[in-house]
RNA sequence: UGGGUUAUGGUGUAAAGGUAGCACAACAGAUUUUGAUUCUGUUUGUCUAGGUUCGAAUCCUAGUAACCCAACCA
């Protein structure tokens, strides 16, 4: 943390305009339409919009772009406004582009009077039809030359609910040969009859994005307007329709969106997801939206961590998911309560062992001696993990195996003698031989062993039900395969173990994380009681095994 | 056949004419009562072709490729 990290982009601009005094301190926004929930592109938005005031001095606000009533709903402006807390963040003023639908009506009639804006009667198709294409030039609508009076009396009109929805709409009168398609005449209002979460009835006509967005940056004194790549041509329609208007001038930049390997990321894809049952909701673990990977058990140290380091810039990107995963393994190591969990349990009996007899064993709870040290009971009967154990050890293999010996953590040493096996093939039983002479803390046998397994004791374990989640696509880039992104979903995103767990687990709590010995990160769901705990796997291990057993 | 944006290892991101660096991934090794963590080391890169310069990822010229723009969405 010490050594000097470089800049990217926006932070030269913004440090440029603080040092000749062009602002003595930076205004950002975080705009969110209210119509679905928060992802990972939005967290990127997030670190980057509220991480530039909290880095430079200033503050960031929050406003919703709700000017499109039919799609949008205060259900996601509560769901917004929380994964925005649980990330750590705070905005300065909670704000609306509806709280500005006055002055954007203003805003209008004054282009009208300035005649840079007229109301077309044309439909929608007259209107593409007239647009031109990007190679060729658009034509002007007849209704283009309407004089000032008229287009202010229309303009009131549709205002006051006179026109049905979509008879008439207000443009701008720029260029309708322009090369920048957005200049050809953009539309500025619509009309909807249709209620708004937060006017309700008062108004029928809404401005669209152009005459919303930058007008309400302008309103707030934003100075640094942050936001994606595709917006870059609605940039020359921002200045334009600022200088016009003689406001505040607020300034637009444009940076990459983030993407990442194996998922997607568009809020269009995530809701055919939901919709067509392919996970259970917009907080299933699986999903990108915040939400999700909050309930996945993801920490919002990581995922701020992880925008720091894959930084900000202009060019095309998807990001290793590895990456997402170290930042979470990063932080989960250090903090994650360590426990013992058998996911897939077989039968481990020592026969040496005394019927009925019970010992108590200290195991540490983490790296960190901070963290104390928890109570395992043990006996005679131990589940262990299945695949801790081979009929025929193979190379490099440290655990269990016929004449093998591995130690059980935080308590002895076996060798294993011998093992019984259904009709099936499968082993049912393993029987195992210990060393008291090794018990853990205090062992001066001076045997020495390859690996140490995990285990729980059976006349103590409780079960539970462990979520496995997996990444939810096969493939790097779902969105760029051959036909439709669903095909390439993982069929094995969701496996559900029924796993026995150490008794310290039954006092888990949903905010606390655990590392299951071995095995992963995990954390309690919300679906959880405590006669049927259910947990979820928020990331494996690294596993250099099976590694090893891929080559 | 228009306009705009972008090209640096497998991935992401630095280097404002002067040693192509950092992180992830991959690989090899050390340590380890988690095959985890930690530590050490290694491999891999400037879109192409010319030019300017003592010296070019950076400047110039010409190409090439990718992405965005023809919603009464944002």
Known sequence: MTEEKSLNFLEDIIEEDLKTGKYKSIVTRFPPEPNGYLHMGHATSICLNFGLTRKYGGYTNLRFDDTNPVTEDTEYVESIKGDIKWLGFQWKNELYASDYFDTLYEYAVKLINLELAYVDDSTSEEIAELKGTPT???KDSPYRNRSKEQNLDLFERMKNGEFADGSRTLRAKIDMAHTNMLMRDPLLYRIKHAHHHRTGDKWCIYPMYDFAHGQSDSIEQITHSICTLEFVPHRELYDWLIEKLEIYPSHQYEFARRNLTYTVMSKRKL????????????????????SGMRRRGFTPASIINFCDRIGIAKRENATDFSLLEFCLREDLNNTALRAMAVLDPVKLIISNYEDGKTEEFESENGPDESLGKRIVPFSKELWIEREDFMEEAAKKWFRLAPGAL??????????????????NGNITAIYCTYFPETKSGSDDSGMKVKGTIHWVSAQHADRAEVRLYDRLFKVEDPSAEEGDFKDYINPDSLQIANAFIEPSLKNASIDQRYQFLRKGYFCLD??????????????????????????
């Open 136 to 138: 060729e030039p658009g």
């Open 271 to 290: 809701l055919q997801l939901v919709n067509d049952g392919h996970v259970k909701g917009w907080n299933d673990p699986r999903m990108p939206t915040i």
């Open 406 to 423: 591995v130690r059980l953590k935080s308590a002895y040493i076996v060798r294993c003698d011998s093992f019984d096996k259904d009709e």
């Open 526 to 551: 919300e679906d959880s009681t405590p006669e049927h705990p259910v947990f979820n796997r928020t990331v494996t291990l690294k596993d250099a095994w099976a590694k090893e057993v891929r080559k």
